[in-house]
Each structure stands twice: as structure tokens, then as C-alpha cells.
């Protein structure tokens, strides 16, 4: 992306971005104050002003650009993974990598920065619910054509299944902020399939 003017020069938006998303993810929103994150951009109010509008523009920016690059693990396998039975096992092995990588702060940047707010903030968080309903949302579509298919039998119920693969995959998020490690994610992984059952139809 190209530079931004500020401060008398132009700053490289993705660098300044890549560094808003670590702060964002590691302090959560309401956490993360104007100055911190100029600090750790390099530049100054008013050219984050300028440049994102604020701090909540700056927030999404940072998601959008989460999703682009170390988020985009569940967008890739949702476009990649035809069968349902397929996309669950990568969601839930990947999220297991991507979740305990040390080079960031761990978990999803989605689902736990905005966890708890003041009221002032209640439509960022209602933002970010809105994405991860969403994923729950497609994956049930998913299941449903799949069933429709002949690929899936008529035992996997689609909004059940879904729902409770949101629920293993945002509290494998929470884990890995709490040190759980790749290989213990990944046999949450593997228990949660097995107790999807039969997948042939």
C-alpha cells in the first residue's frame, strides 16, 4: 500500500498498520491508548487522524488488515474446502498453528479484543460478533448443501455442528492466550472431530 502523508513525510501505511494490529491484539481496544498507538506507529495524533479518522478507523484498518495477513487462515479454507468435513478439520488444525504462533500475541485478534466494553464501544464489539456469527453462519450453509449433496449424512445437524465448532475454535483462541500449546490444540482438534461422527452420507 502506498505511503501516507504525515509529519512532513509519507509513512508506509502497512508497516504502520501491522504495528496498530499488534498493539490492538495485544492490549484489546479499550486498552490501547491514541498515544500508544503513535508510538508504536511512529507518527503523531494528527496524522493518525488524517490518515484513519480516529481510533476506531484505525481499529478496523488493523482488522482488515489482520484478515489479510496472519487472520486469513479461515477465509483461505472456507474458499478452498468445498466439504464441510474437510473445512472443519482445517479450521480447527489451523487455528491450532495459527493460535500459538509466538511471533504474535496469541489467539485471534477477532475474537479477543473487544471482548469486554463500556458502553461508548458496545458497536465495536457488536462489529466483531457480528464477523465471527458470520463464520458460524457460512460453515452451517456449508453443512446444509453438503447434506442437500448426498457428501454429509442427514445425522449432521447443521446449525448444532456449526455452533459448536465456533465455540471449540474461539475457546482454542482463549487457550493459547492462556499458554496452551499447538500440540494441546491439536488434540482438541482431534477429539472434536471424533466426536462429529460418521461423515459419509
Known sequence: MAGVRGQGRKFDVDSALDKAMFAFWEHGYEGTSVSMLTGAMGINPPSLY?????????????????????????ARAFAEEPQAAKLISRLLYDAAVHYTDDSCPGGCLIISSAVGVTDANKGIADRLRDMRNANVALLSERISENIADGILPPSWEPVDIAELIGVIIQGMSQRARDGATRGQLERVADRTLASLGPTDA
Open 50 to 74: 488524517s490518515a484513519f479518522g480516529g481510533k476506531e478507523g484505525l481499529f478496523f484498518a488493523a482488522v482488515d488488515r489482520y484478515l489479510a495477513t496472519r487472520g486469513d487462515f479461515m
